[in-house]
């Protein structure tokens, strides 16, 4: 499992490509525009035209895209991964996406002795440029201990969860904790400011107690410094709160917490914030 091919390099990918790269592996990619790779290149990754190329001299493929429809195009068709990779490919999706496109791809690999596993992840930019993401796998146990070295170039957090969907599940529980709690910490820093405190001695205080929180500690400054450049991009978590309420559903279950989110974040989109990150629901308070 030398040779790793790694498809899509967004502000997540392009940082995780490049540990697998400082961790001795032989590293393909490929993604929709070739510019974003240049960086990667130049550091010894080799650029592969297609998919199916890519496919074709890959131990391990790890995908990294933005939406259920681009995961589908890249697994699926006489082009895709399933079709073109060897006998004993380890495909493995990070990419945040229905528990149902997980279990579809992980039956169609199985057909073809190949292996595929889901293990999307948490953490942020700042997670997958210090390789310290928490990743949430499912597949087959025996695969997950044969990829871990791989994921332990990735992420210090790694949780095997179950059969195949499972690790897609888990990353719905932890968007729905994060979809209420930024809230929560929007609604506290709006409060310090309205109320003649200091918001920064604010954080100071809480972010080391009971509020404590990933987006309290890391995300709130960035708040308060005015810098939205996105961690994870607001439209690619307004997908996931559809995936999570959409499962929820066919649970009969009922998750008022996150409607409010995702519609508040649909409101944010819809006034231009698409492509910041999820912190900028900050905006929707601060009008100062």
């Not at 044969?146 to 195949?164: D, H, R, S, W």
């Amino acid at each position: 499992m030398k040779t790793i091919g790694f498809i899509g390099l967004g502000v997540m990918g392009q940082s995780m490509a490049r540990n697998l790269l400082q961790a001795g592996y032989d590293l393909l990619v490929h993604t929709r525009t070739k510019e974003k790779a240049e960086e990667l290149l130049r550091a010894g990754a080799v650029w592969k035209e297609t998919v199916r190329e890519l496919a074709r001299e890959a131990d391990v493929v790890i995908t990294m895209v933005g939406y259920p429809q681009d995961v589908e195009a890249v697994y699926f068709g006489e082009n895709g991964l399933i079709e073109n990779v060897k006998e004993n490919t380890y495909l493995i999706d990070m990419t945040t996406s229905p528990p149902s496109l997980a279990e579809k791809i992980y039956d169609e690999a199985k057909k073809r002795k190949v292996f595929a596993l889901d293990a999307p992840v948490s953490g942020g930019d700042v997670g997958a440029r210090e390789g310290r993401l928490a990743i949430m796998v499912g597949g087959d146990e025996a695969a997950f201990h044969e990829c871990k070295p791989i994921f332990e170039a990735l992420g210090t957090n790694i949780v095997f969860q179950g059969k195949a969907g499972a690790g897609q599940h888990a990353k719905m529980c932890n968007q729905i904790a994060i979809a209420t709690n930024m809230i929560g910490v929007c609604e506290a820093l709006i409060y310090a400011k309205r109320s003649g405190l200091d918001p920064y001695k604010v954080l100071e205080s809480i972010s080391q107690g009971a509020a404590g929180s990933w987006s309290l500690s890391q995300l709130a400054p960035r708040m308060l410094a005015g810098d939205f450049a996105p961690g994870f991009y607001v439209k690619h978590f307004i997908k996931d709160m559809k995936i999570a309420l959409e499962e929820a559903e066919k649970m009969n279950l009922q998750l008022p917490g996150l409607s409010l989110a995702k519609k508040m974040y649909e409101e944010l989109a819809a006034s231009g914030e698409e492509n910041s990150g999820t912190h900028a629901l900050y905006k929707h308070y601060d009008h100062s």
